[in-house]
């Protein structure tokens, strides 16, 4: 039902991409979903892969997972892969004296959303601001290969929630897309998998709307 204003390419993705799509997103949580193609049409179904197992890849995400494991004996990607993840992620670069925390951005985060605040930060230059949110795009990418790769969707990963609309940018940097298809062998196919972000403002309400007109009478029976 979306436009296709509606949805921002990161990746094209292969001339023939068809079959299955999955949706991640991350805002005041990780939402992920899975898109099965039944040969006719999608067939969405639900998952909690926002609350599986934090996987790191480098000595840097090593120390994260240790710094968070500290605070939380399960540490999930929604850990930081949301509003609160940013944030988390920033006190660990802060915590462990990786970079300065300005006065003016420690007193704005005190007085107001601490997450947006970070965010703002970040596209105004501010150093261990913009850091946290390189380290966010990365590991948004990397959960969103993951995603593809589980649920086999070659015909598309969407990005959806509250955060992706407002960075369009720095996701087309090239940090997103290296995370999204650095998986081993598993590089070719991802290289394939088209790769956009929803911004449509309204996409909760168009999909309550598609599932009704889909029930048809016994959504006018129980009104």
Request: hydrophobic letters at 45%; glycine letters at 12%; one cysteine or more.
């Amino acid at each position: 039902m979306l436009e296709p204003s509606e949805l921002f390419v990161l990746q094209s993705g292969g001339a023939e991409a068809a079959g299955n799509a999955a949706i991640i997103s991350a805002g005041t949580g990780l939402g992920e979903a899975g898109l099965f193609w039944d040969g006719c049409q999608h067939v969405p179904f639900a998952t909690e892969g926002g609350h599986a197992s934090f996987s790191p890849e480098n000595d840097f995400d090593l120390e994260l997972l240790r710094w968070m494991r500290r605070q939380w004996q399960h540490v999930s990607w929604e850990r930081v892969l949301s509003g609160p993840g940013l944030e988390n992620i920033y006190r660990f670069l802060r915590d462990s004296g990786r970079a300065p925390e300005p006065p003016w951005l420690r007193d704005e985060m005190l007085s107001g959303d601490a997450p947006a605040t970070i965010a703002r930060a970040a596209d105004a230059g501010c150093e261990i601001a913009a850091t946290a949110l390189d380290c966010f795009v990365r590991y948004y990418g990397a959960e969103a290969g993951n995603l593809a790769l589980k649920t086999m969707a070659r015909g598309g990963v969407y990005l959806g929630g509250g955060i992706a609309p407002k960075h369009l940018a720095k996701l087309s940097d090239g940090t997103f897309l290296k995370a999204f298809v650095s998986k081993g062998r598993m590089q070719s196919i991802l290289e394939t998998v088209p790769l956009r972000v929803i911004v449509s403002e309204n996409l909760n309400l168009l999909g309550a709307a598609r599932c009704a007109v889909g029930r048809g009478g016994a959504v006018a029976t129980s009104r």
